[in-house]
């Protein structure tokens, strides 16, 4: 089982952002020391939290020049707001800049306020993903393909430049839906999903969805029949489970307050905002606190978090994807990624 590390963007308030930047290609640097299998990074529009990652490939190309050795990942691009062509494009750059150390995650989009950027997709962003897939892997070939220019004439168009890698890599973000889950395995995409918000026996299941569904579907330059499901956990090791605790709990429940309330404030259609109070969503905020620390997360010693990767092995899991921006100060995370790169040799 491979270990990742993962940014999402804490809500740090700030209005200027080149330390964050700096701090960031200073994590992946870390981690590329370290021997962490890839570095993960959103995309996020318009809102506090993840307001340091408009546009991955930018991110990325960033990343790809500043490390050797780790993998350089989209985690994910909403690819409803994006026209396949570009993003092909885009990202065979960034192979280029990385010698070919590329891999994406697709997703759906959620967010309304998003769909700015792609009004029209929006009620469909599910089938107009499903769609774009195919197009995307054959774009990626080289493959020759037929789109309408300005004129209105069909042309055949093959992006460039060509990519290092001859297939790109390729998950599918889910939130949970199961539907999902065997999509992906249809598709023969690897699955990127979440410890938090599941239950233990529900993961179980739709991993044995997905790689049922991943076996049945026929090769299509993707995964191979088993399959390959990276879950992303919240994490920090430290010295022990109380100080842990300790650390995590402001930030993390600020972060997660923040996450509700963009939750909350979504419009989607037909259904009304929900305006939820600072008592509410501080409650919330406790109750899903609660729960990261029963069963799902990375944060705790080395002993506890040892036994969770185990368990997580144990289910089938081939990559975590590890969070580590939740509104810890840079050199807390620093210092849990080095407890956690221990924890990476054993697991390897």
């Not at 707001?81 to 494009?89: D, G, I, M």
């Not at 192979?95 to 309304?112: I, M």
């Not at 995409?189 to 918000?197: E, N, P, S």
């Not at 994490?235 to 402001?250: F, I, N, Q, S, W």
Request: proline share 5%; with cysteine.
């Amino acid at each position: 089982m491979e270990l990742s590390v993962m940014f999402f963007g804490a809500d740090t308030g700030e209005t200027r952002h080149s330390k964050t930047y700096d701090d960031i290609l200073a994590v992946a640097q870390a981690a590329d020391r370290l021997g962490f299998h890839a570095v993960w990074t959103p995309e996020r529009h318009f809102q506090q939290v993840g307001q340091v990652f408009p546009s991955p490939p930018v991110l990325s190309a960033a990343l790809a020049a500043a490390t050797e050795r780790i993998g350089i990942r989209a985690g994910s691009v909403v690819l409803p707001l994006h026209h396949p062509l570009r993003v092909a494009e885009d990202w065979a750059v960034v192979d280029n800049l990385s010698h070919g150390r590329v891999g994406l995650s697709l997703a759906t989009g959620w967010h309304s306020k998003d769909f700015v950027l792609s009004p029209d997709t929006y009620a469909s962003r599910r089938e107009e993903m499903m769609r774009s897939i195919p197009l995307l892997r054959k774009l990626w070939a080289g493959e020759p393909v037929e789109f309408m220019d300005g004129t209105g004439e069909s042309v055949h168009v093959q992006p460039q430049p060509r990519p290092v890698q001859d297939t790109l890599p390729l998950w599918m973000t889910t939130s949970g839906n199961p539907e999902t889950w065997e999509a992906a395995g249809r598709l023969r995409t690897g699955v990127l999903g979440a410890t938090v918000g599941q239950r233990r026996d529900e993961l179980v299941d739709k991993i044995a969805r997905y790689r049922a569904a991943c076996t049945a579907a026929p090769d299509q330059g993707g995964v191979g029949p088993d399959g390959r499901v990276t879950l992303m956990a919240h994490t920090y090791v430290g010295p022990t489970d109380e100080e842990v605790r300790e650390l995590v709990a402001a930030p993390l429940k600020t972060y997660l307050r923040s996450h509700i309330l963009q939750s909350s404030a979504n419009r989607t259609a037909g259904k009304r905002t929900i305006e939820l109070t600072d008592e509410q969503s501080a409650s919330l905020a406790e109750f899903a606190f609660g729960r990261y620390l029963t069963w799902g997360s990375l944060l705790g010693s080395v002993q506890t978090c040892r036994k969770m990767l185990a368990d997580l092995q144990d289910l089938g899991v081939d990559e975590v994807a590890c969070f580590v921006d939740f509104g810890l100060s840079h050199d807390d995370v620093l210092t849990g990624l080095h407890r956690l790169a221990e924890l990476r040799e054993e697991f390897s």
